[in-house]
C-alpha cells in the first residue's frame, strides 16, 4: 500500500537536478515569443513552471515543450504585463529568471522624437 511506496521513495537516492540553470535574468522581443528552457538530469522528470510563485497552465498565452532533458517554457506575444519572476520546480529543485522585455521602449522613442519634431 501507501506506507512501502513513501518508504521506497525516501530510500530513492539521485534526486533529479539541472544540468542547465535559469539566467538570473532572461530578454525577450515585445510581441515576439519568448523561451525559457532549463536542462534536467533526468528526461522523465515532469517540471511545474510558475509565474510569480503561481502555477501556469498551457492555453493561448504559455506552450510547455519537452524534448528529451530539455523543458521549455514559451510565453506567447509577449507583453508588459508578462515582466515577471519565472520559476521551474522539478522535484525538489527550483530555478527562476526575471523577464525583461526590449522593443517597447524604442517604439516610444521613436513616437515622442517624432512628436517635438512636429512642434
Not at 538570473?24 to 509565474?51: H, M, P, Y
Amino acid at each position: 500500500g501507501m506506507i512501502t511506496c513513501s518508504g521506497k521513495l525516501v530510500v530513492e537516492e539521485p534526486k533529479v537536478n539541472f544540468v542547465a540553470k535559469l539566467p538570473s535574468s532572461t530578454i525577450g522581443t515585445f510581441a515576439q515569443d519568448v523561451k525559457i528552457t532549463v536542462e534536467l538530469t533526468s528526461a522523465s522528470c515532469n517540471v511545474t513552471w510558475l509565474r510569480d510563485s503561481k502555477s501556469i497552465s498551457e492555453g493561448e498565452k504559455y506552450s510547455f515543450q519537452v524534448d528529451g532533458t530539455h523543458r521549455t517554457l514559451i510565453i506567447k506575444n509577449a507583453m508588459l504585463e508578462d515582466v515577471a519572476e519565472y520559476t521551474c520546480v522539478a522535484e525538489n529543485v527550483k530555478t527562476f529568471t526575471e523577464l525583461e522585455l526590449e522593443g517597447q521602449d524604442e517604439k516610444l522613442e521613436v513616437n515622442s522624437s517624432e512628436m517635438k519634431t512636429d512642434i
